[in-house]
């Protein structure tokens, strides 16, 4: 073939179109657009008018019926039986099973709770008891503010919070 040939073939097809140049985009143009949401806009086109003869045709046929079933044999429906059987009893076994495990549950807490009640009384117990141990003082208040008067009190000296070498 010729220059000339492949010129007329490419004719004959389509008219040829520059290809569009795509622009990059910025990494950073505009790094948060808005998000603009499109509206659909449904324009309804107006029913074309049939004529009498077509809508006539068309009431006559009836639409299709649809296929009937295929009837299952014995042997399906036993195995089908035997499935939902088993559902059943698997089913019974799984909330037997959710039951035994919330039992379980409730005894391991009701446990722990009474383990925490008698602490918390042992505790009460034996404040209770250091309290009565502490004996009352019958002497009179005058003689201990004259004792407090002799010990002189004992001031620390504070510490430096910076050290400087």
């Given at each position: 073939?010729?220059?000339?040939?492949?010129?007329?073939?490419?004719?004959?097809?389509?008219?040829?179109?520059?290809?569009?140049?795509?622009?990059?985009?910025?990494?950073?143009?505009?790094?948060?657009?808005?998000?603009m949401l499109k509206k659909k806009i449904?324009?309804?086109?107006?029913?074309?008018?049939?004529?009498?003869?077509?809508?006539?045709?068309?009431?006559?046929?009836?639409?299709?019926?649809?296929?009937?079933?295929?009837?299952?044999?014995?042997?399906?429906?036993?195995?089908?039986?035997?499935?939902?059987?088993?559902?059943?009893?698997?089913?019974?076994?799984?909330?037997?099973?959710?039951?035994?495990?919330?039992?379980?549950?409730?005894?391991a807490l009701e446990e722990k709770v009474?383990?925490?009640?008698?602490?918390?009384?042992?505790?009460?117990?034996?404040?209770?008891?250091?309290?009565?141990?502490?004996?009352?003082?019958?002497?009179?208040?005058?003689?201990?503010?004259?004792?407090?008067?002799?010990?002189?009190?004992?001031?620390?000296?504070?510490?430096?919070?910076?050290?400087?070498?």
């Amino acid at each position: 073939m010729s220059e000339m040939d492949e010129i007329d073939i490419l004719e004959e097809n389509e008219p040829i179109e520059k290809p569009t140049i795509q622009k990059k985009k910025k990494a950073f143009e505009n790094p948060a657009p808005k998000v603009m949401l499109k509206k659909k806009i449904v324009v309804k086109q107006p029913t074309p008018q049939i004529e009498e003869e077509e809508s006539e045709e068309e009431e006559e046929e009836e639409p299709p019926t649809p296929k009937p079933r295929r009837e299952r044999t014995q042997k399906q429906i036993d195995a089908f039986n035997r499935c939902i059987e088993t559902k059943k009893k698997k089913a019974a076994e799984r909330a037997a099973e959710a039951k035994r495990l919330a039992e379980y549950d409730k005894k391991a807490l009701e446990e722990k709770v009474v383990k925490k009640a008698i602490s918390i009384k042992k505790k009460q117990i034996k404040k209770q008891s250091a309290l009565d141990e502490i004996s009352d003082d019958d002497e009179p208040i005058e003689k201990i503010k004259e004792i407090a008067k002799t010990i002189k009190p004992v001031v620390a000296k504070p510490q430096p919070a910076f050290k400087f070498i």
